[in-house]
């Protein structure tokens, strides 16, 4: 048997490690040389972020991978894409594939299947394709100028709270706050110390009051309301019965408070009486006679 040279076997050794080599970049990347696959195309304007081995998703499932660019000389602002499909994923007419981005930077496409139709594309023909509104286009186109707006408010905002803090008032209104913080301080103070030393005061003499309020409601309950009813009641119609005689003639009370001729009696005699009284005093001589010797 003949034996390999050592030149065969280092060239056998460099063409085993460039095919793993090859294999083993194109694994890292995604690409699975072993799978079978069909080759489409799109024509792209921007392709920023996407790169080779970039996935293509449809549904949310990754069913290829991005494996070229060529920039189309002849039409300048195209760049061909080459994509790679599954070998089962069979295209509808009506699809289009989507370009997306993000906020990273980093793109994908998206294949938007039409379900609808029964044609489909062959391998290697050129799929429609679209630019889809990015979030950075939504921000510059949309948010941005409502952003502006909102900062120019927020100036004007500044602006006033600026004059607002330079306005003297403030001030002025801090300096009262602190004094009437030093005022309820204070306060907060006393009210502390009546709590301490008069509110206890308070609550014993409340409850002096309320044992001195017990005592006479337990008097009260002794007491015979009923008897002492009964017993106003027989006043009261004695001073009505008492009452009614003075009012009649036919006793001596009733005739002395009835009879006008007596009462006018009486008081000519009162009256005179009172004359006499009088006159006894200016001269009590013509009524009493007094001698040390006797009356001649």
């Known amino acids: 048997m003949r034996k390999f040279t050592k030149e065969i076997k280092i060239a056998i050794v460099s063409i085993m490690s460039l095919l793993l080599l090859y294999y083993g970049i194109n694994y890292l990347k995604g690409v699975n040389l072993l799978k079978p696959a069909n080759y489409y195309y ?5 392709v920023s972020g996407l790169t080779i081995s970039s996935p293509v998703y449809v549904d949310g499932y990754k069913a290829g991978l ?19 499909m599954d070998k089962e994923m069979k295209i509808a007419k009506g699809s289009h594939a989507q370009y997306e981005g993000d906020v990273l930077g980093t793109a994908v496409i998206n294949l938007i299947l039409n379900i609808q139709s029964n044609q489909f594309y062959q391998p290697g023909d050129t799929l429609p394709s679209m630019h889809s509104i990015s979030l950075m286009d939504k921000v510059e186109k949309e948010m941005m100028p409502q ?15 600026q004059k607002i803090v330079a306005n003297p008032a403030l001030n002025q209104s801090i300096n009262n706050i602190e004094g009437t913080t030093a005022q309820l301080n204070e306060t907060s103070a006393m009210l502390n110390k009546l709590v301490q030393n008069d509110v206890p005061k308070i609550v ?18 002794k007491v015979d309301f009923a008897q002492t009813i009964s017993s ?27 009879d006008r001729v007596l009462y006018d009696s009486l008081s000519a005699t009162v009256g005179n009486a009172n004359q006499l009284m009088i006159d006894l005093k200016s001269h009590p001589k013509r009524y009493v006679h007094f001698s040390v010797f006797g009356r001649k």
Do not use: A
Request: aromatic share 6%; net charge negative; no cysteine.
């Open 66 to 84: 991005v494996r070229s660019f060529d920039y189309d000389y002849d039409h300048p602002g195209n760049i061909l894409v080459e994509i790679s």
């Open 147 to 161: 952003f502006s707006q909102v900062m120019l408010r927020i100036d004007t905002v500044l602006v006033g709270l």
């Open 232 to 258: 106003v009641d027989t006043t009261l119609m004695n001073l009505k019965t008492l009452t009614g005689r003075l009012n009649k003639s036919d006793n001596t009370l009733g005739l002395l408070m009835q």
């Open 42 to 46: 799109l024509i792209l304007h921007d």
């Open 204 to 221: 014993e003499n409340m409850k002096t009051i309320s044992s001195d309020f017990s005592t006479v409601s337990g008097n009260l309950k």
